[in-house]
């Protein structure tokens, strides 16, 4: 009698210890990551979100279609794209700002890069721009700026889901205010996106002019790569479809809450 006991408890402690060790490995281990369930989550939470993409483009092509006065010096040879941002319904088009993929962005508004950054090659970068300058413009079409609202969030210091930083899982969210950029970071974190892999982008509003009307600044982003690896570089380029471009618009207003402008980083000239 006390050896079926025994056996009894032995038998109920393993049974116990199994149950403990799958509900700790669930708690532990985050659910693989669901576009779906972030754009939902958004959604729910009081977002409107509207799909874009990352396309191609080619300067020199675009000032000899008189498209843009300047190719500002661009590394030539080596492949550009831009994040092509869907309108928000409602707003006035402006056709110069949608033939070079340059937008208009409200402060409580954010646009969130999601998908694998490029293959492998050299160096690839993130650089949002403030392209044009409408009010108190000299010219009609808005004065170009071309003016980067930040570093370059590079291969050296972005946070992807895998060991290397090339043809990773990642995700950038590019926005303005705090309590927007939380809450969007709240809604990946939920629809299993690690932190490990989110990276948060501030926009120095304080040194833009936001906005959706045609009197408001136009911005651009641009995705920069150099020597890719092929054929996989060709395949990326050619692909608008690689990853996807989100731009996240609040319903109802909230309490603005600005981030700060950070600093550029000090650059030390070596030869």
Known sequence: MRRFALISIVVVLVVAGVVAAVVFANRGTPSQPDEAAFSSGLEGSGFLVGEGSAVKIDA?????????????????????????????????????????RAFRLREDEA????????????????????????????????DWM????????????????????????????FAADAGVTQRVVDQALAAGYPESMINTYPLPSALLNMGDTLDSDTLLVLLRTANLVQPA???????????????????????????????????EWRS
């Open 146 to 173: 071309f003016a980067a609202l930040g570093d370059p969030l590079n291969n050296m210091g972005i946070k992807t889901a895998g060991d290397s930083a090339f043809g990773a899982q990642t995700m950038v969210v």
């Open 233 to 267: 570089g060709d395949d990326y380029l050619a692909n608008d479809g690689y990853a996807k471009v989100l731009r996240v618009t609040p319903q109802e207003a909230p309490v603005a809450d600005p981030l700060p402008t950070v600093p550029m980083r000090d650059r």
């Open 60 to 100: 020199s092509e675009m000032v000899d279609q008189h498209a843009i006065d300047s190719a500002a010096g661009n590394n030539a040879g080596q492949p550009y794209k831009v994040f092509a941002i869907p309108n928000r319904a409602g707003t006035e088009d402006d056709p110069a700002a949608r033939e070079v």
């Open 111 to 142: 646009i969130v890069y999601l998908g694998p950054t490029p293959p492998q090659g050299d160096y690839f970068s993130f650089t949002p721009f403030l392209f044009s300058r409408h009010e108190g413009a000299i010219e009609p079409k808005g």
